[in-house]
């Protein structure tokens, strides 16, 4: 909250409010905890002046916690103040004739305010005296000594004995103070309209008008003012006097001992603006500043009705914004309940469906939400189609991104759920195979079922020299890398020599491709040993047997032990800048 008038700015200050609370019920809050009257309140909520009294605070848009309220403070209507004004006097003019009715003679000077230590003290809901200092007390006693001490019989000043006609009307008056009838003092009080000072109303004691009826008008002058004078010295502060109001009822003057247990006494002073304010009140009354932490209300302290209404508030307050709270933070334990079960759907979810229109990168189709799929690795959206065509005409075990543009390549793989989900069964059966036999080809030890069209193959030790194939069944030779039932090694080798000798097929086939391999047109691999030849385009090729990446000008791997990348080994092409070989395209 922010409270403002047309000379200063205090802010921000905290305030618990409830959505629900209407602006009556603000205000009166406000006046409750601050001290500011209604009729000077204008509220800005949610940039919009609230001139609707009975609208809650969620129609103005607070409704969340820091919302910012904007309180400005207006002067009271001039005509109230007239209004108070023409009352003061005409009580004044009543009072006047009263008193000019039955009293002869001018009447005595009325103070203007009660005194300077008198003050209306909110708490209490009454007038109190305060003792500010020594030397103020001092001089307020004296005055009040000099103006309300009684004058005794005997000394009495000649100023009273002039206005009587001889010697014998004094002594008649002096014995009629005995005897004399009740005078009774009315006290009216005087409204007099506060002032606005800064942000707040400062609350002035009211002016009392002393309206004096004689029952016995016949009475001398002398023994009228005797009757004063002694009236004034009930009427003195510090006496505990009652009396009686027109309507009838008793107003009783408080003392400076009734204020050793009060507000004056117990209560806290503000450190800015010095204020006294009430030992409960969690901040100042008039300039909002926060109590010292390290007052403690006191013991003996008792809150009065106001107050005790005002805590009720508070706590009623407290309690309804604790209970927000709690339903706020229940609500959001919800809220991320049902995103942790989203997102274990989404897990649980083989292909993750588009949320938005794209436009297919491979194929540039146009898609609306849900037909498309997107990768889990790379977030990049393709159509159904694209994706199950990459799969099943793919060649490695790794099925990477199809997305290509001018400036970059993914290198993201798709997921074996995202595999099994997009093509039929039979394409991920190819697919698997595909996995099993580059397997099978980077390992070293791998020996492969010389059966034929068998898909059987292991991995083998050095102290093993057979192998029976799982899939057909039959026995291939370790030593002999071939499938010789009924005959031991040495047998099958001289079987192989002779075949050699005598098959004209098998040795002119042999003889073609060691020309080749001399001629440069084919080589060995350098893994398999299979014999490799190239017909035309750029210096890169791979075998198909083991899947090795060769350079075709140093006739060697193209990459180091490590594989793709590892310039460790290879042919080292464009390290340093330098080509593998004078006669490298400079393509791979």
Not at 210 to 219: E, M, Y
Request: with cysteine.
């Amino acid at each position: 909250m922010y409270v403002e008038d047309k000379v200063s700015h205090q802010g921000p200050i905290s305030l618990q409010v409830i959505p629900t609370m209407t602006v009556a019920q603000l205000k009166e809050k406000v006046e409750e905890e601050f001290e500011i009257p209604v009729r000077v309140q204008r509220w800005i909520l949610g940039k919009l002046l609230a001139s609707d009294d009975s609208k809650m605070l969620q129609d103005h848009n607070v409704n969340s916690n820091g919302c910012p309220m904007f309180l400005y403070l207006v002067a009271p209507d001039g005509e109230q103040e007239g209004d108070s004004m023409g009352t003061a006097e005409s009580v004044k003019k009543h009072n006047a004739c009263e008193v000019t009715a039955h009293v002869p003679g001018p009447a005595a000077p009325q103070p203007e305010h009660p005194g300077g230590g008198w003050y209306y003290n909110n708490e209490e809901d009454r007038y109190s005296f305060c003792e500010d200092t020594e030397s103020e007390m001092t001089d307020d006693d004296d005055d009040d000594s000099r103006e309300t001490s009684p004058v005794k019989e005997g000394n009495r000043p000649d100023e009273s004995r002039k206005d009587t006609k001889d010697d014998d009307d004094n002594e008649k008056g002096d014995d009629a103070i005995v005897g004399a009838a009740a005078v009774v003092i009315h006290e009216r009080p005087v409204v007099v309209q506060a002032p606005f000072i800064g942000r707040s109303f400062v609350k002035q004691a009211p002016q009392f008008q002393k309206t004096v009826v004689d029952q016995q008008p016949n009475r001398s002058s002398s023994s009228r003012a005797s009757q004063l004078l002694s009236l004034e010295e009930t009427m003195k502060p510090g006496t505990d006097q009652t009396f009686q109001s027109p309507k009838g009822t008793p107003i009783r003057r408080a003392t400076i001992t009734d204020q050793k247990a009060g507000t004056l006494q117990l209560g806290w002073k503000c450190p800015l603006c010095t204020l006294v304010n009430s030992p409960t009140r969690p901040g100042c009354a008039a300039c909002t500043t926060e109590r010292p932490l390290r007052y403690v209300v006191p013991v003996e302290y008792r809150a009065n009705e106001q107050e005790l209404q005002r805590m009720k508030q508070e706590q009623l307050l407290d309690n309804e914004l604790q209970q927000i709270t709690a339903e706020q933070r229940l609500q959001e334990l919800e809220k991320q309940h049902q995103h942790y079960l989203q997102l274990v759907d989404l897990d649980n979810t083989d292909l993750v469906p588009n949320m938005e229109p794209f436009e297919c990168s491979v194929c540039i189709v146009q898609y609306e939400a849900g037909e498309g799929v997107v990768l889990r690795e790379c977030l990049h959206v393709f159509c159904r189609a694209c994706l199950a065509s990459t799969v099943q005409f793919n060649e490695e075990a790794e099925v990477k991104c199809p997305y290509r543009d001018a400036d970059y390549a993914c290198n993201s793989v798709l997921q074996e759920r995202e595999i099994k989900a997009l093509v039929p069964a039979d394409v991920y059966e190819q697919h698997l195979a595909k996995s099993v036999a580059q397997a099978e080809n980077k390992i070293g030890n791998a020996f492969h079922c010389k059966t034929p069209d068998c898909r059987g193959w292991c991995i083998f030790e050095d102290n093993v020299n057979e192998f029976r194939c799982p899939v057909c069944r039959r026995t291939n030779c370790l030593t002999c890398q071939a499938v010789h039932d009924g005959m031991n090694c040495k047998q099958y080798q001289e079987q192989v020599k002779q075949e050699s000798e005598t098959n004209a097929e098998a040795r002119r086939t042999k003889e073609m491709l060691e020309e080749m391999v001399e001629r440069g047109e084919a080589m060995n691999c350098p893994t398999c040993q299979v014999i490799l030849m190239k017909k035309w385009g750029c210096d890169w090729l791979r075998c198909s047997m083991c899947k090795t990446e060769i350079c075709w000008v140093t006739r060697g791997p193209r990459w180091g032990p490590g594989g793709k990348g590892d310039t460790t080994g290879g042919c080292q092409c464009g390290v340093n800048g330098v080509k593998c070989h004078p006669r490298c395209n400079y393509c791979h």
